[in-house]
């Protein structure tokens, strides 16, 4: 069964900038989440979508973060302008469920460098 | 928002030595717990559930307290491939459809 795939893998822009990730998650996966993980710190919650509508982006900067998923598919995630404190890696996880007793499948992640 | 809170470590310890990872939880209304091992610039990987029983995979033995709203995790017979970072994660029923809370994680070097 093929993984949660995530693209690009590293990605150096300056502050100001834009930049864009994209998601597959493993077919069949209702739920998909977008978490940010700051280097030393846990993954943190930015915005779950439950087929291609939206759960929770309360943890989301809406005034610089975007995210979708159109089709219930795959996702992306938008960052414009990035700022300094946005270096960490972003993680896509895929759930079969979100409810009760779950596993969350983690991509590789993109390793994101702000300077 | 919710919290999740774990020793910090680091943990180094020499092979074959027990070591036990404690967590404890804010959200007393949690109903799922999980520990999850992240490698060194690797993505997290489940390691297993966490039930109110208690319950054991192997060398790994996980144990809730919901009274105290606390989570531990003992690994016997350490092994040099058990170095990592184990995250305690606990579901956040606050919230909509159980969001997952992390703990900053423990890291666990063991060593030769």
């Known amino acids: 069964e093929a993984g949660v795939a995530q693209s690009p893998r590293y990605k150096i822009i300056e502050k100001r900038q834009s930049v864009a990730f994209w998601c597959n998650p493993i077919s069949g996966h209702a739920t998909l989440y977008w978490y940010q993980q700051i280097l030393g710190q846990g993954p943190k919650l930015l915005i779950q979508?439950?087929?291609?509508?939206?759960?929770?982006d309360s943890q989301l900067p809406k005034d610089r973060f975007s995210a979708e998923r159109l089709k219930g598919v795959d996702s992306t995630l938008k960052i414009q302008p990035a700022k300094l404190e946005d270096s960490a890696v972003y993680l896509c996880a895929s759930s079969q469920t979100s409810v009760g007793t779950y596993e969350q499948y983690f991509g590789p992640g993109t390793r994101l460098t702000v300077t | 928002r919710k919290e999740v809170e774990q020793d910090p470590g680091p943990f180094n310890v020499p092979e074959g030595a027990t070591v036990a990872f404690n967590c404890t939880y804010s959200n007393s209304a949690s109903q799922s717990f999980f520990w999850y091992r992240q490698d060194c610039r690797k993505e997290p990987k489940l390691l297993m559930s966490v039930y109110s029983s208690g319950n054991e995979d192997g060398r790994f033995t996980a144990q809730l307290n919901r009274a105290s709203q606390y989570i531990s995790l003992l690994i016997r017979d350490s092994k040099l491939s058990d170095s990592a970072t184990y995250l305690c994660?606990?579901?956040?029923?606050?919230?909509?459809?159980?969001?997952?809370?992390f703990g900053k994680g423990t890291k666990l070097s063991v060593k030769p």
């Open positions: 979508f439950q087929n291609n509508g939206v759960v929770d």
């Open positions: 994660v606990v579901n956040d029923y606050g919230g909509s459809q159980g969001n997952l809370i």
